[in-house]
């Protein structure tokens, strides 16, 4: 089993910046994918970025140039840094661990609302 806990999400007016972190805790594989996806209300969950523990990233156009995934292969933890963020992004936003089996966090809410 693999524990996730996120946090840093909040209310931002558009243009601002938050930083998302997740942390994993354990039965943690050295190698293994880790990312944010996020999900607006009436809409499916979808992509933001996902890294890999060797540090290959994937982003979705919508956040390219924006937002930048980062980690911590010996704290087990994810970063999310969304800059210039705009309605659109308001979303919960949700961790993901994935290796052997897919585990989920509890979401997190961004609001970019002036």
């Known amino acids: 089993q693999v524990q996730l806990v996120e946090s840093g999400g909040g209310l931002v007016q558009p243009g601002g910046s938050l930083r998302l972190s997740c942390a994993a805790s354990g039965s943690i594989f050295s190698s293994n994918t880790m990312g944010w996806y996020r999900q607006a209300p009436g809409k499916q969950r979808e992509l933001v970025a996902t890294i890999f523990s060797g540090g290959s990233t994937n982003y979705a156009d919508s956040v390219k140039g924006r937002f930048t995934i980062s980690r911590d292969n010996a704290k087990n933890t994810v970063y999310l840094q969304m800059n210039s963020l705009k309605p659109e992004d308001t979303a919960v936003y949700y961790c993901?661990?994935?290796?052997?089996?897919?585990?989920w966090g509890q979401g997190t809410q961004v609001t970019v609302s002036s």
């Open positions: 993901n661990y994935r290796a052997n089996k897919q585990y």
